[in-house]
Structure formats: C-alpha cells, structure tokens
C-alpha cells in the first residue's frame, strides 16, 4: 500500500508541476564534464554537496544550527550505550522503561514550555533559555560521575594508591588482600582490573531487586539517580531548544534555499549521531 501510495502521489506531483518533470540532472552532467557517465555523476555530486555547503554557511542561523547538530553526538540519552550501562548498575528493564515513559512526559512538556516561551520572550531568547536549562539539567550528570555509587569514584582510585604506597613500604604484606581485584599483565605486575562491583546483579525480572540475594544490593544508588533524573530533566530543554532551531531555520532562510539548507543540517545530525557510538 506504501508503494501504492508513493507513485500516485508522484504523478499527482509531477501533473500540478510539469517542472519537476525535466531531466535536469543529464543537462548539468553534459554542462560539468565530457567524462563517462560514473564520473560525471561523481562530479556533479560533489559539487551538489559543495553548494549546499555554501549555501548553509552563509545562512545568519548556521552557528545555531551546528549546535543542535553537535548535540546528537551526547550519551545522555535512552539509547544502547546508557542502557548498557544501567544494566550494569543494578537497573531491571521495568524500571529503565518506566524512566523511558517519564522522559517522553518531560519532552512533550519541552514543546510546551517553548510555545509559553516564545510568546513571552521571543524565538531568540527562547533558544538561549532553552540551552541554559539543558545545561543546568546536565550537570546533574557530572556530579554522577563524583557521587557516591559511581564506578568512577576517585575514593577507589585513592584507596588503590593507598594500597600500593603500602605495599611498597611492608614489601608484599597486603598482596593477599589485593588478589581478589587484579589480574596478571605484561611483566609481572597485578593491576586492578575493576573496582569490587558485587553490586552488578543482572536480571530480567519485573522488580529491580527480586529474588536478589541479601548483601547484594549496591552500597548507594546516588550516583545513578543523578545520571537519569539529569537524562529526563535535560530532556525538557533539550527539545524545547531543537524547536527553536528549526523554527529558525524556517524563518530565516529564503524559499529557494530552504530545502536545500534543511537538508545540510538533517544530514549533519545523523552524522553527529553517528560519532557518538
């Protein structure tokens, strides 16, 4: 039916605009080179490519629109890599897809805010707002990484300095100790190859914690609430500021070149979301 769809619609197209209709692409590739066809086409791609560059560099939104596309390279969202790593923490799938419902609430309530915004402020200082707000949200996610709970804890990284200053001063008496976290590398020397994480528990069950044995719950949970609560609170910012942006880019842009521009900027942030990973 999609099929179906897509070429009466084309037809409907081409008959409201017979324009569409010509054979543009042969014309400019006869106009560019006399070479064979395979590298004409090559040719006139890159200079397709080279013009619609141009044509958004010099548009008054560029730095606005490269900001929201440098904004897909974050992890700081419900995709594999935070899933991943909430797997890790201790997190079920009920609860991890309870969190993903909560951060859609807050992204509707992101479209909400930026139609409040504008009419009391502008579209210009609804954009610096909402990129303000997505930052403050976001800094609950640095201060994750310091909070107690994390596996980057830097009391992990002090106590094993700690443990090898001590070890040097009592010529191997705290080895032993040490055992249960390292492991043999190149040259003899034991490494710690990850802080004491018992608290893992991998489960597929419907609550967070059942069936988990006693003693097996992780010592603080602080620093994955920081992480999340500023995943679904950034969220709020964050779409508020993708509207404004592309709000702009439809007020800003002539109508020669708006499609020509759209385009530019949507295949800049499926490569900015391609980075990330």
């Not at 179906?4 to 560019?32: F, Y």
């Amino acid at each position: 039916m999609l099929v179906l769809s897509l070429s009466v619609e084309q037809s409907e197209v081409v008959t409201s605009a017979p324009g569409l209709s010509d054979d543009d692409m042969s014309l400019n590739l006869k106009e560019i080179t006399n070479l064979p066809l395979c590298f004409g086409r090559f040719r006139w791609l890159l200079s397709t490519c080279k013009d619609g560059w141009r044509a958004y560099y010099r548009q008054d939104v560029f730095l606005a629109g490269m900001g929201l596309a440098f904004l897909y390279t974050t992890v700081l969202g419900f995709d594999c890599i935070t899933t991943g790593y909430a797997y890790t923490q201790g997190i079920s799938g009920s609860l991890l897809s309870l969190l993903m419902g909560v951060s859609a609430i807050t992204g509707l309530m992101g479209t909400v805010m930026f139609t409040k915004l504008r009419k009391a402020y502008g579209l210009v200082n609804t954009g610096i707002i909402s990129s303000c707000l997505h930052l403050f949200c976001l800094l609950l996610c640095v201060c994750s990484v310091f909070a107690p709970g994390s596996p980057m804890d830097l009391h992990l990284l002090m106590s094993f300095l700690d443990a090898n200053s001590t070890l040097a001063a009592a010529g191997g008496m705290v080895e032993g100790q040490r055992q249960k976290h390292t492991y043999p590398m190149r040259g003899g020397i034991n490494q710690p190859l990850l802080p004491d994480r018992s608290s893992i528990h991998w489960t597929n069950n419907t609550v967070l914690f059942e069936n988990m044995p006693s003693g097996m719950e992780p010592d603080s949970y602080i620093s994955i609430i920081l992480l999340f609560l500023g995943v679904i609170t950034a969220r709020i910012g964050l779409w508020s500021f993708d509207l404004t942006v592309t709000q702009l880019l439809q007020e800003n842009i002539c109508e020669s070149e708006r499609g020509v521009v759209n385009g530019v900027q949507s295949s800049m942030n499926y490569l900015m979301d391609l980075l990330h990973f």
